[in-house]
């Protein structure tokens, strides 16, 4: 049986990475891109990205990563389950809802909820409406269950999930992913909170971690 192909947003709205982002730091994405890939070998897998604590970059590793994986012609979803604190909308410009919590709601079907971008092998999830529950929504049969039907149409589903050290949505998250990036800002994470937050992913799938905030002689950026 033909793979099914993910359907096309139509939608006249078209989320755009920030160009600048991409200007500076997009050979780093390229190479993250290649060890990723490298370490999956194979396509229509889900990519987990998150970090030990809030703010230390892990929305816009997330962001730039689906960016440069859509960039070889691998169709990508981005999906944002970061369902308390979403931010894949804001740093894209476009709309928080509908999105991923409506579709397992059953308040909006898929095609109403995906947001085009500049590429044509990019779409968009947003978080969707604030849910009363996010960990039950996270937890429910639901979840893996569309996750993998995404991963069966797309060559890769990234999924921004929240930080490991204030709440459980990621290791409910962990559990569905075939790889996990950890994100961690050289400058401010504290080495034992990192340390905590890592051994939580000690049975899980961690491909790596993307270390951010640090200074070189060259310039400022992401390394893994």
Not at 61 to 87: F, H, I, N, Y
Not at 148 to 169: F, G
Not at 178 to 185: A, E, K, R, Y
């Amino acid at each position: 049986m033909a793979e099914q192909a993910a359907p096309r947003p139509a939608k006249s709205r078209r989320g755009r990475l920030p160009a600048d982002l991409w200007a500076h730091f997009g050979e780093e994405f390229r190479s993250l891109r290649t060890r990723v890939a490298t370490r999956l070998e194979a396509r229509h897998k889900i990519i987990l990205v998150t970090s030990a604590l809030p703010q230390e970059g892990k929305t816009t590793v997330s962001s730039a990563l689906a960016r440069s994986l859509a960039q070889m012609e691998w169709r990508t979803v981005l999906v944002d389950c970061d369902l308390r604190k979403p931010g894949v909308h804001g740093l894209f410009g476009v709309d928080r809802a509908p999105g991923i919590t409506d579709i397992l709601e059953g308040r909006a079907r898929e095609e109403d909820c995906l947001d085009a971008t500049d590429s044509s092998f990019l779409d968009l999830i947003p978080a969707g409406t604030p849910s009363e529950g996010p960990a039950e929504l996270l937890q429910a049969d639901a979840m893996p269950k569309y996750l993998r039907d995404l991963a069966s149409r797309y060559e890769y589903v990234v999924v921004d999930s929240p930080p490991l050290t204030s709440i459980t949505d990621t290791h409910l998250l962990a559990a569905y992913a075939d790889g996990i990036l950890f994100v961690v800002n050289g400058r401010v994470s504290p080495r034992d909170l990192v340390r905590g937050a890592r051994e939580q992913l000690a049975d899980r799938p961690v491909l790596g971690v993307v270390l951010n905030g640090i200074s070189t002689p060259k310039k400022y950026g992401y390394y893994y």
